[in-house]
């Protein structure tokens, strides 16, 4: 199966991509900092922690170098001019809140497939890709949601928020592993927003804890314990002699 891109071609336009990730989640960091309620330099420094914190992270679980965040000059500009717009600019509820659902999710593919073409690059297997490439999408959102004191939305009631991160890293291994990568980029991205978006519609997500009861079980052992302890000691008074003044 051909390819569209070159090997370089795709790497490079993996780097456009993740570059629009740090643009785009800058941009939502800084709407959670209005909604926080902070000034200026808390708008920037939110929104750097959201788009270069995922980033950051996958960098530094490859051990290549130094964080591109930290030598390339446009990444923190960028998350810096995301942050800013939001700072700027103010819409409806209504309107944001269908806006944040498709930056959401263009972000997320982005960033899957960022990751995981690194990880391919880097000559690591397919569950690392997978891995790394699920923490570059999903990590830069919950370094933000720990720093304004807030669980982190991947951890659960997410319209599995990571699942997608990983269904689009999967895609992506798979036709890189055909050699079209150019449709994994396609159909991860588009497949992926699809996916986040009706999950996000339906309130899809994963189940929570399991129905059993631990605690009740742990009750009926010590109960049998207990009741098998009591007759024993029953038994062994029954077996004893009188004493002698019993007698």
């Known amino acids: 199966m051909a390819s569209w891109l070159s090997p370089a071609d795709v790497d490079q336009v993996t780097g456009y991509l993740d570059l629009a990730g740090v643009a785009i989640c800058g941009l939502l960091g800084g709407t959670v900092a209005r909604v926080a309620g902070l000034d200026l330099f808390g708008y920037l420094a939110v929104g750097t922690v959201s788009g270069l914190g995922g980033g950051i992270i996958?960098?530094?679980?490859?051990?290549r170098g130094t964080p591109v965040a930290l030598t390339d000059a446009a990444y923190l500009p960028t998350a810096m001019a995301g942050a800013f717009l939001a700072f700027l600019f103010t819409i409806g509820e209504a309107q944001w809140n269908r806006?944040?659902?498709w930056l959401d999710a263009a972000v997320l593919s982005f960033w899957a497939i960022a990751g995981t073409q690194k990880t391919l690059a880097a000559g690591l297997a397919w569950l690392a890709a997978v891995l790394i490439g699920t923490v570059s999408a999903v990590g830069g959102g919950a370094v933000r949601d720990l720093l304004l004191s807030r669980v982190p939305a991947v951890?659960?009631?997410n319209g599995l928020y990571a699942t997608v991160a990983a269904?689009?890293?999967?895609?992506?291994?798979?036709?890189?592993?055909?050699?079209a990568p150019t449709i994994g980029i396609v159909v991860g991205i588009l497949g992926g927003m699809v996916l986040r978006l009706v999950a996000n519609h339906r309130n899809w997500s994963l189940p929570g804890g399991l129905p059993l009861e631990p605690t009740r079980a742990l009750k009926?052992?010590?109960g049998r314990t207990s009741r098998y302890r009591t007759r024993a000691?029953?038994?062994?008074?029954?077996?004893e002699p009188p004493d002698d003044e019993s007698r």
């Open 220 to 222: 009926q052992v010590r």
């Open 167 to 179: 269904a689009v890293s999967g895609v992506y291994i798979v036709c890189a592993r055909l050699g």
């Open 58 to 63: 996958r960098d530094t679980l490859l051990q």
């Open 233 to 239: 000691a029953g038994e062994h008074t029954k077996q």
């Open 99 to 101: 806006l944040f659902a």
């Open 155 to 157: 951890l659960g009631g």
